[in-house]
């Protein structure tokens, strides 16, 4: 609790100064963001490991040829189930848009809560339809949840911290989705995928104690202060091509991920017919593998850039998430551990993207648009892999579903070459379109990541930066706020930051 209180202190000390207030990826107001987001996880993640319990559950195993037959419900109507469960979480985007307006700790404590409260509620559920409809609602407020962890991730760090904080979001996430599938694995029979859900009291109890330690970032806090009404919703004209290119990318990931990951299980359990034992050695392989593709993420997403590492580990995701369905259980493992360890090298390179390409007023609207955007894929990734799994009534139905799905969404990383790389720069320098006019010359602000790589460290924990918002400013519906945050040349974890000319309203941004 003090630690809590001498962050917001902090806080309030750099906005009274006209300063931002920025942390390490390792300080506590970024890690209660990353036990969020191991709740989000935890409550999010239990329809997938437990789907098979709940398709013998409510269906019926009869030993025969066919997927259901083998499953206990049919690949359509689990398909069905899950896009439904995915779809509701469009009503993410709202969610998460309420947090330009109300502030990111709010909505990120709040959304948590009712997500996690639901999640408990899905034990009582009498049939598959009734699992499908509880589990429906309380998804779009663990969606949301999981979205502005990485916008504060983003908001609350410099560029040569942001993709460390962001991966260590994405591995909280992963611990409460592996921990999920893991005890599972060890206690379907014993628990039932009742017992999973009703674990969810859990996080539920600790929630209160983390809220504590989570602070509204500065960023944020600066612009609600300069923008009286801030917009829901709405991005303005300048990114909307932008955010046109971060959602079809968003859409085409989820096209992969939505299938891979949501059946994944069941395939093991039901298909396979793995035991618990051997399916838990493969989440716990896939975690450790996790790690380090997190590591390795990290790493290209401040070296060799942002595009790049996306590109590589989307084409990961598609041939490892193939090999996984192609019907051995040594593919299985094998493809599963590959396709988790590349989605960890994305999660950094591909959550700094998504949040650094955009101003800080609209970043947890383009958030809500691009958790649209990825339930749509999956969705459509869930109908489109279900019905080709139908078709077949060989031991390849599944294999051919995936490669049906997967290997097309490769050709999507060309829409990476419609956007800037953003490496080592700051978000803000991003808003304009060429260098930053400063003491009278122009100049492009050094990446924090270079001066850091020269000698300094970054910032510590609570340092405070200039960042005081541009006086010219008065229209942040037309024009994107250009409260300058720049980096410039100066001491060890600070700089002098000038305000950079908003983008003109029909001009394009890139």
């Known amino acids: 609790m003090e630690g809590a209180l001498d962050d917001d202190a902090r806080a309030a000390s750099g906005r009274a100064s006209g300063r931002l207030t920025l942390y390490r990826w390792s300080d506590p107001a970024l890690l209660a963001i990353g036990l969020l987001a191991l709740f989000a996880g935890f409550g999010q993640f239990g329809a997938v490991a437990a789907l098979g319990s709940v398709a013998k559950d409510f269906g019926?195993?009869?030993?025969?040829?066919?997927?259901?037959?083998?499953v206990g419900l049919s690949g359509t109507l689990l398909g069905v189930g899950l896009a439904i469960i995915r779809a509701a979480s469009f009503l993410g985007l709202p969610l998460a848009s309420v947090a330009d307006r109300l502030g990111r700790r709010p909505m990120l404590v709040g959304t948590c809560l009712i997500g996690l409260c639901l999640t408990v509620l899905t034990v009582v559920s009498p049939s598959y339809w009734w699992f499908v409809a509880i589990f429906a609602i309380g998804r779009p407020f663990l969606s949301a949840t999981v979205g502005l962890t990485q916008v504060g991730a983003v908001e609350l760090t410099s560029s040569n911290q942001r993709a460390k904080a962001v991966s260590m979001v994405a591995a909280g996430y992963a611990v409460g989705a592996g921990l999920t599938a893991i005890i599972h694995s060890l206690a379907e029979h014993s628990l039932g995928f009742r017992g999973i859900f009703a674990l969810a009291v859990v996080p539920l109890v600790l929630l209160p104690v983390t809220a504590r330690r989570v602070v509204e970032p500065d960023r944020f806090a600066r612009e609600r202060t300069a923008n009286a009404h801030p917009v829901l919703g709405?991005?303005?004209?300048p990114f909307r091509r932008r955010l046109l290119v971060v959602a079809l990318l968003a859409f085409c990931v989820s096209m992969i991920t939505g299938p891979a990951?949501?059946?994944?299980?069941?395939?093991?359990?039901n298909f396979l017919h793995l035991n618990g034992i051997v399916t838990s050695v493969m989440v716990v392989v896939a975690g450790a593998a996790g790690l380090g593709g997190l590591l390795l993420g990290r790493w290209l997403a401040d070296h060799v850039g942002r595009r790049a590492t996306v590109a590589v580990a989307m084409t990961g995701m598609a041939v490892f998430g193939t090999i996984a369905y192609t019907g051995s259980s040594w593919a299985l493992f094998l493809g599963y551990v590959a396709g988790v360890s590349t989605g960890a090298v994305f999660a950094p390179a591909g959550g700094s993207l998504a949040n650094e390409l955009f101003p800080t007023h609209v970043r947890a609207s383009v958030a809500g648009?691009?958790?649209g955007a990825g339930v749509a894929g999956a969705v459509c990734g869930l109908l489109a892999f279900g019905t080709v799994a139908d078709v077949g009534r060989g031991g390849d139905h599944a294999g051919m579903a995936a490669a049906v799905v997967f290997l097309p969404m490769i050709l999507a990383t060309g829409l990476l070459l419609l956007l800037p790389e953003t490496r080592g720069r700051e978000p803000e320098e991003l808003w304009g379109a060429g260098p930053v006019a400063g003491g009278g010359s122009e100049r492009c602000a050094a990446p924090r990541a270079e001066r850091a790589s020269a000698g300094g460290e970054g910032v510590s924990a609570g340092e405070e930066v200039d960042a005081r918002p541009d006086p010219h400013q008065d229209d942040h519906h037309a024009h994107p706020?250009?409260?300058?945050?720049?980096?410039?040349?100066?001491?060890?974890?600070?700089?002098?930051?000038?305000?950079p000319d908003p983008p003109s309203p029909g001009g394009d941004e890139d």
């Open 369 to 371: 648009w691009y958790i």
């Open 261 to 269: 990951n949501s059946l994944v299980f069941i395939y093991a359990q």
């Open 481 to 499: 706020p250009a409260a300058g945050e720049q980096a410039g040349q100066g001491d060890r974890g600070t700089a002098n930051l000038h305000p």
């Open 234 to 237: 709405p991005v303005a004209k």
């Open 60 to 70: 019926h195993v009869n030993g025969g040829a066919t997927f259901a037959d083998q």
